[in-house]
């Protein structure tokens, strides 16, 4: 897995925020302010989204409405864990992400650790 370009960024950031498929229309009407880009830019660019599977698409009439195939939060975690998977020495990789963290993400991070110890409910998803 390799991170995601400036604009599929800036793509995929909008259709995580949105939380709904969207048309490359409403992609490039939404992006105008900021940064002016041809619809077939926009059109290209969900494309290889696509075809990299990070977004999922259906047709609506003539056009395509595509969504993301997972959520921001995975994404994140399979760039953590590749960066991870980098070092030789993971121990030492992982302390020094630690000692890193402010406060805050430490009380997280031990929360997520407790979580992922317990054994999972009967019936209930992770």
Do not use: C
Not at 59 to 78: C, F, I, K, L, Q
Request: hydrophobic share 40%; charged share 25%; glycine share 8%.
């Amino acid at each position: 897995m390799r991170q995601l370009g400036e604009l599929e960024a800036v793509i995929m950031d909008r259709l995580w925020e949105w939380g709904r498929p969207a048309l490359v229309r409403e992609m490039v009407d939404a992006l105008h302010d900021d940064r002016p880009l041809a619809y077939t830019t926009v059109m290209t660019v969900m494309e290889n989204l696509h075809s990299k599977g990070w977004l999922r698409r259906e047709r609506d009439g003539r056009a395509w409405r595509y969504e993301p195939t997972g959520s921001r939060s995975g994404y994140t975690a399979a760039l953590m864990n590749e960066a991870l998977g980098t070092s030789t020495d993971r121990r030492t990789a992982l302390a020094h992400f630690v000692l890193q963290m402010s406060p805050h993400d430490v009380a997280l991070l031990q929360q997520a650790l407790e979580q992922a110890s317990q054994p999972p409910e009967a019936g209930g998803d992770r």
